[in-house]
């Protein structure tokens, strides 16, 4: 079985800094896809990035970014010029392209943006 | 409306009661998950519905009760709860016909307690 790992249970970041959140998964399989996702105190899951595994070219999203390292199974999360809104847990989810499987979450890394 | 919606939004139930979740969502999605999320755990799958059928169900214990009359209702269906059961229950939709990159999209959840 597939297993996400955040190592991170919580950061900080001066507003406007830069901050990376890391991410790995253990996997045999070579096709997936991997997101972040980003729940806020308002609780709502949003998703803020995706990733498929067979580009090797890293996904962007305006001041989001991802390092996908495919050999090391890592999947680090880069938020640009930090804003207050950013604070909140973030998410990474793996999911298999196999039919039938599905999400398997992290545990999450709670992030502060600091003024 | 759009998205996913849930209700009620917030839960006290005792041990005896019985009660449901309810979860909507607009998006024209097949797929539909009842997710548990306790504090500083992982987020657990509990059920999974595709094309209202039951595909995945994580040994749940059986005071759980989930119901999917259609593509776009879900339900979760409470009985004889135990404390450790107070959590947040999220509703996820997603649209699974092949295309696995879909993200889900999530409600804002019902925040349960038992007294």
């Known amino acids: 079985a597939q297993t996400v790992t955040q190592s991170q249970p919580e950061m900080s970041v001066q507003e406007a800094e830069t901050v990376t959140l890391s991410c790995t998964y253990d996997t045999s399989e070579s096709d997936y896809y991997l997101f972040w996702y980003k729940q806020p105190p308002s609780r709502q899951m949003i998703l803020v990035i995706r990733q498929e595994a067979y580009k090797q070219q890293n996904a962007t999203e305006n001041r989001f970014s991802v390092n996908f390292q495919k050999a090391a199974k890592s999947f680090s999360l880069k938020i640009s010029d930090s804003q207050l809104g950013d604070a909140a847990m973030y998410f990474c989810?793996?999911?298999?392209?196999?039919?039938?499987?599905?999400?398997?979450f992290g545990p999450g890394t709670r992030l502060s943006v600091l003024p | 409306e759009t998205g996913v919606t849930q209700t009620p939004r917030h839960l006290v139930m005792g041990m005896t009661n019985k009660k449901s979740l309810k979860c909507e969502q607009h998006?024209?999605?097949?797929?539909m998950y009842w997710y548990k999320q306790s504090a500083k755990k992982p987020l657990e799958l509990m059920f999974v519905y595709s094309l209202e059928e039951r595909v995945e169900n994580n040994s749940v214990p059986s005071r759980f009760s989930p119901e999917c009359p259609n593509s776009s209702h879900l339900f979760l269906h409470l009985h004889t709860l135990q404390p450790e059961d107070s959590a947040l229950y999220l509703c996820?939709?997603?649209?699974?016909?092949?295309?696995?990159?879909?993200?889900?999209?999530f409600g804002d959840g019902t925040r349960l307690s038992i007294l």
């Open positions: 996820a939709s997603s649209q699974d016909a092949g295309r696995f990159n879909q993200p889900q999209h």
């Open positions: 989810a793996y999911r298999s392209a196999d039919y039938g499987q599905n999400f398997v």
């Open positions: 998006l024209g999605h097949n797929a």
